[in-house]
């Protein structure tokens, strides 16, 4: 919903390779946010294509659990997302 933003927690092996992305249903303009363990921002991306989010191939130096935060842009709209977490090959 508006004004709010969800988090997930996301455990990573050392050089692990992975793709996110953040799919808004309907038009919903979305936001990406990964956080490390001491909540600093280490990646973020607001427009992947078009209003979608996404942030390819990140990894971590060391086995890590970082949190992925999802949310819209300007955390001003309501609507449905789908989130996808892949491994790269």
Do not use: Q
Request: glycine share 8%; hydrophobic share 40%.
């Amino acid at each position: 919903s508006a004004g709010s933003r969800i988090a997930y927690s996301l455990d990573l092996e050392a050089d692990e390779e992975i793709n996110i992305y953040l799919n808004g249903v309907d038009g919903l303009d979305t936001y990406l946010r990964i956080y490390d363990a001491d909540g600093e921002l280490i990646a973020e991306n607001d427009d992947f294509d078009e209003l979608s989010s996404g942030i390819e191939g990140f990894s971590v130096d060391e086995d890590a659990t970082v949190t992925v935060e999802v949310a819209t842009f300007g955390d001003s709209e309501d609507g449905d997302f789908e989130l996808i977490v892949e491994a790269v090959e």
